[in-house]
């Protein structure tokens, strides 16, 4: 079980890394001084990345609870 914990940690440090970059990205195109309509399509670009790396955090740590509580 202990590959488990660790690959689910990896997954969620994966995730981790997204969520950082979308807030880089976001603060960024804030400091850019964009029009309206620029800022919200460059983050629109972001946002599929930020639920993504969500995603990956949420599955990484469901996987350590899960490998913990069978291990």
């Not at 590959?3 to 689910?8: A, E, F, K, T, V």
């Not at 804030?30 to 946002?47: F, I, K, N, Q």
Request: glycine share 10%; proline share 1%; hydrophobic share 60%.
């Amino acid at each position: 079980m202990e590959y488990l914990i660790w690959s689910g940690a990896a997954i969620s440090c994966l995730g981790l890394f997204g969520i950082i970059w979308s807030i880089v990205a976001v603060a960024r195109a804030r400091r850019a001084g964009l029009s309206d309509e620029d800022l919200r399509a460059r983050l629109s670009r972001v946002l599929p990345v930020n639920l993504g790396a969500l995603f990956l955090s949420v599955i990484g740590l469901m996987v350590v609870v899960v490998a913990i509580i069978l291990g």
